[in-house]
């Protein structure tokens, strides 16, 4: 195998996970995809780290259309016309089906996509351009403070509605870090009233 067959162009990239240039030359700036510049000065991504993140993107896009099945009992392509677009981000799954549950009690017909972890949760938001975000703050590999920072960033998908998820106290969250102060902030275990009128408020 010759090194061209071993990378990929930033328009490859794009085009393969559905998201725009913009963003693919934003995770190569960030260490997110590995790359380097041709001597004619254009960017070609790395192969495995590309094909590593399309095998992510594969799965995740299987793991939503289940989990959204499971979790409320019919697919989102059966949700009314136009209807808000929600992403999710857990690393755990229970979390990730009560939440599902609790967007539906909230917006019924609201379009979701699921994913395991924050890298995968930035494809999606990429992707969909979601109208609320909700994002559990500690995960493995990326957490929700950089997720959240990465959202903030991108104007051009910055949902109406953010909202962080934590386990922690209020106390043992700050050790961690700051979260701004668009994010709306909501511990587990879920009280489901103040869940869903989070979401109404959007």
């Given at each position: 195998?010759?090194?061209?067959?071993?990378?990929?162009?930033?328009?490859?990239?794009?085009?393969?996970?559905?998201?725009?240039?913009?963003?693919?030359?934003?995770?190569?700036?960030?260490?997110?995809?590995?790359?380097?510049?041709?001597?004619?000065?254009?960017?070609?991504?790395?192969?495995?780290?590309?094909?590593?993140?399309?095998?992510?993107?594969?799965?995740?896009?299987?793991?939503?259309?289940?989990?959204?099945?499971?979790?409320?009992?019919?697919?989102?392509?059966?949700a009314a016309p136009r209807p808000l677009r929600?992403?999710?981000?857990?690393?755990?799954?229970?979390?990730?089906?009560?939440?599902?549950?609790?967007?539906?009690?909230?917006?019924?017909?609201?379009?979701?996509?699921?994913?395991?972890?924050?890298?995968?949760?930035?494809?999606?938001?990429?992707?969909?351009?979601?109208?609320?975000?909700?994002?559990?703050?500690?995960?493995?590999?990326?957490?929700?403070?950089?997720?959240?920072?990465?959202?903030?960033?991108?104007?051009?998908?910055?949902?109406?509605?953010?909202?962080?998820?934590?386990?922690?106290?209020?106390?043992?969250?700050?050790?961690?870090?700051?979260?701004?102060?668009?994010?709306?902030?909501?511990?587990?275990?879920?009280?489901?009233?103040?869940?869903?009128?989070?979401?109404?408020?959007?």
């Open positions: 195998m010759n090194e061209a067959a071993r990378s990929y162009s930033t328009v490859d990239v794009a085009r393969r996970l559905g998201v725009s240039l913009q963003t693919v030359q934003r995770w190569v700036d960030s260490g997110r995809l590995k790359a380097w510049k041709t001597p004619g000065g254009h960017r070609r991504i790395d192969g495995r780290s590309a094909e590593l993140l399309f095998e992510q993107h594969e799965q995740t896009m299987g793991a939503s259309a289940a989990a959204v099945d499971a979790a409320v009992g019919m697919p989102a392509r059966a929600v992403v999710i981000v857990d690393d755990d799954p229970l979390d990730r089906e009560l939440i599902a549950m609790l967007v539906q009690v909230a917006l019924p017909g609201a379009q979701l996509q699921v994913a395991g972890n924050g890298f995968q949760g930035l494809v999606m938001i990429a992707r969909h351009a979601p109208d609320i975000v909700i994002t559990d703050v500690h995960m493995p590999h990326m957490d929700g403070f950089e997720l959240i920072r990465n959202v903030l960033a991108d104007a051009a998908t910055r949902p109406r509605l953010l909202v962080a998820v934590s386990a922690k106290s209020p106390k043992e969250l700050a050790e961690y870090g700051q979260l701004p102060t668009e994010v709306t902030l909501i511990h587990k275990p879920f009280e489901r009233e103040a869940f869903v009128a989070a979401l109404r408020q959007r």
